[in-house]
Every structure is written in C-alpha cells, then in structure tokens.
C-alpha cells in the first residue's frame, strides 16, 4: 500500500486529525456554482465530491502577491515516491521536486525559486483541464492536462550533485470523486480553495545520473493536491494522505488535515 505524507508542499508529516468533522465543512455543495461573492469571500463555504466550484482569478480582492496558487503532485508506490510542485504565491514561486526512497535511506529535495512572479505562472482556474508550465533557468516544468490524462514531463537541474533529473509520468483512469473543499477565513476576502484528488493510475520513468525509478499502473498510483486562495499571515496546516489497493484489487484513498480557517 501506497503511503503519501506532506505538509505544504511535501515535506513529510504524520498528524492525525480530520477538519471534516463538524461545522460548516458538513455542507456538501451539489450543483455548480461561482467561488467568490463581490467581495472575494466564499459564497457557499462547503465540500464537494468533484469540481463544482468555478475558480475566477479576477473574482479576488486581494493584490497579486498576496494570492497563492499551486499544482502539486506526488506519485508512488511501496518502493518510492516521487513529489512535484509548481507554485506561484505571489511574492514568490517555485519548481520543486522530492524523491523518496522507502527501502533504503534516499531523500533529496530541490526547489528552483521564482521571484515575484505576481501571478504571471498563469496556473489554470480549474483543475479539470488547462497546462502549467514554467522554466526557470534551467530547471523546466510541464503539468499538462486534456481531460483524459495527465501528462507530467520536466528537468530539474542539478538535482543531485552536478546531476539534472528528468522526470516524465503520465496519471490516467481519474476517479469519479475526489475532495474538493471551499474554507473561508474571518478575515475578510480571505479563502482557501482546494481539490485533492487520489488514486490516478501512474506510469513513466524518472532518472537522476545512473539512478532510475520507474512506476508502473500495476503498482503505481497519483495524487493531485491544488490549491488556490489568499491567506492570512499565521497559519497552521497538516496534511495526510493515503492511497492503496485493497485486496480485492480495488482502489482506496483519503485524506486528512488540520489547520487554518474558519472551519
């Protein structure tokens, strides 16, 4: 079984509370609708089981380094795990890429920052379909999207030593439900908006020097964490996720979480 563990972007931790339980976040939203009011609040605060929520940029009353904006991706299966990121938060960006190594000690993480990028990484409105795509210097990223797959393909330069690592994965066979959740802040024209989707089927390869790591759909599996919203200055935030196959083959995953919001 496939085990995903990441606070913010992917750094790894274990921390078993759920957000889910009471409150507002009970309120299942069911039919499409726009996120933000006039005021760049949330208009219907809740959870959905797919994209319902429509994401308009334009809609947030917040100045651009202010908004957060990420797409981020881990792959895995019972050997290693493979995390992706390209995050642009207003003041700051980044291209980062983890890989762990679960049979023996191996972990190397690397982040090409972007500075002030203000929003001009132009990540999709929606999760459903759109490309993000970024190169800084020689470091490249492409997460691309038609619907159907996913194709997630790029370099990182010097990721190990004087070794670039290449990464090329394509994510497919999406569930019909994942966990998208609308959380508003008491600050006003504060929100975070966010979809987590798990168990995608993965495959393709990742090489760094003489080190490779294939993932297969066999054993290999995806999880989408995307994320937009303006935050307020002090947060706190824990994030777990688990995706796996039982044993009579079928797919299994949930997340949970702690932190930040009025929830």
């Known amino acids: 079984m496939t085990f995903i563990y990441s606070k913010a972007y992917h750094i790894i931790i274990n921390y078993i509370k759920s957000y ?75 291209l980062s890429t983890s890989i762990l190594e679960f049979d023996k000690p191996y972990d190397v993480t690397k982040t090409a920052l972007v500075v002030f990028p203000l929003g001009k990484m132009n990540l999709p409105e929606t999760s459903e379909k759109g490309t993000t795509k970024w190169t800084q210097g020689k470091s490249s990223y492409s997460f691309e999207n038609d619907g159907k797959v996913r194709h997630l393909k790029g370099t990182h330069a010097k990721f190990d030593g004087d070794n670039a690592l290449t990464f090329d994965i394509t ?64 947060n706190t935030w824990y994030w777990g996720s688990l995706q796996g196959y039982l044993e009579d083959g079928s797919r299994f995953g949930w997340n949970i979480g702690y932190g930040f919001g009025n929830t």
């Open 171 to 234: 994510l497919s066979d999406f569930p019909e439900e994942s966990m998208v959740i609308a959380t508003p802040f008491d600050k006003n024209a504060h929100f975070y908006f966010n979809q987590k989707i798990n168990c995608m089927r993965a495959e393709g390869v990742v090489k760094c020097g003489n080190k490779e790591w294939k993932f297969d759909k066999s054993d290999s599996m995806g999880t989408l964490d995307w994320g937009r919203g303006v935050w307020t200055y002090d």
């Open 20 to 94: 889910m339980f009471g409150g507002i976040m009970q309120h299942e939203i069911t039919k499409p609708q726009r996120l933000l009011d006039e005021n760049g609040n949330i208009k219907e605060p809740g959870f959905a089981k797919k994209m319902l929520y429509e994401y308009h940029r334009s809609d947030v009353k917040a100045k651009n380094w202010r908004i957060k904006e990420w797409d981020y991706y881990y792959i895995g299966n019972q050997h290693y795990g493979l995390a992706l990121t390209i995050g642009d938060n207003g003041f700051a960006g980044a």
